[in-house]
């Protein structure tokens, strides 16, 4: 998700690499066939299930159930930049304000807010402003070689 929203030209995991079927993350011991198989099918209906899961954050307002939820239960550093992400997405400007002041507020983030140009006046982020910001972000993605089958959505092409 944060090539959504990270203003980073690199990749980097900030939801999807809490879940327990990332690549690298757990391997399946080979025992014998019969035992193998069975983990191997085991780790893979854990995939589906996630997957499954991500098709259905094309609802921004389930996205938006699913993240915050989680994200309490994570406590990492950057929960309250996501959150704020999904708020303003879903016109919640209460709360997305809210967590987007404790960004702001966050001393591990005050280099990283200058260099990146991050607003410093919460007023100024809205529905509009985040959608632009993604719509930028998918611009310059859509642009690399190794993401130019990446899929296009209306609502954020713009």
């Known amino acids: 998700m944060s090539f959504l929203f990270n203003k980073d030209d690199y990749l980097s ?84 304000k809210k967590y987007y002041k404790r960004f702001l507020d966050e001393a591990f983030f005050k280099s990283i807010i200058d260099e990146y140009n991050y607003p410093k006046d919460v007023t100024k982020i809205n529905k509009d402003y985040i959608i632009n910001m993604i719509s930028e972000r998918r611009k310059f993605w859509h642009s690399q070689s190794s993401m130019g089958k990446m899929k296009i959505f209306e609502n954020y092409e713009r």
């Not at 996205?63 to 999904?86: G, Q, T």
Request: net charge positive; hydrophobic share 30%.
């Open 13 to 96: 995991f900030s939801y999807s690499y809490k879940n327990k079927t990332r690549i690298g993350k757990k391997f399946i011991e080979y025992k014998d066939d019969e035992q193998f198989e069975k983990d191997v099918r085991k780790y893979v209906e854990m995939a589906k299930d996630y997957i499954l899961k991500y098709r259905m954050f094309v609802d921004i307002n389930y996205a938006k159930k699913c993240i915050v939820k989680e994200l309490k239960l994570n406590h990492d550093i950057w929960d309250p930049y996501i959150k704020s992400m999904f708020y303003f997405l879903t016109d919640d400007q209460e709360n997305g």
